[in-house]
């Protein structure tokens, strides 16, 4: 039996919603796609968590996240999306972290 990872199956089932609304989306709909990727260090302050926090519900390591506030590399596709609806519902991340 295959143990996976809860953070993995989040994203993924996450993935899987932005994409079948998408498929849904009617042209007059605003898509998650076609919202911007807030910068991660403002949307980390808007949703009031510390860096180790937000690090655990983006599924990452902290030096990732300082690297990504120090825009020294990107966040990946898969961390965009999440970022994209942690921007849409702030307590999300709070909800991940119980």
Known sequence: MDIKDPMVELLSSL????????????????????????????LREMTGMQVDEFARVMGVSVSSVKSW???????????????????????????LLE
Do not use: C, F, H, W
């Not at 993935?15 to 260090?41: C, H, K, M, Y």
């Not at 825009?71 to 849409?88: D, E, F, H």
């Open 15 to 42: 993935e899987q919603i932005v994409l079948t609304r998408d498929a849904q989306t009617s042209v007059s709909e605003i898509s998650l796609n076609q919202v911007s990727v807030p910068e991660p260090q403002r």
């Open 69 to 95: 506030e120090a825009q020294r590399t990107r966040p990946s596709a898969t961390a965009r999306k999440l970022m994209k609806l942690l921007q849409a519902n702030p307590y999300l991340g709070r909800q």
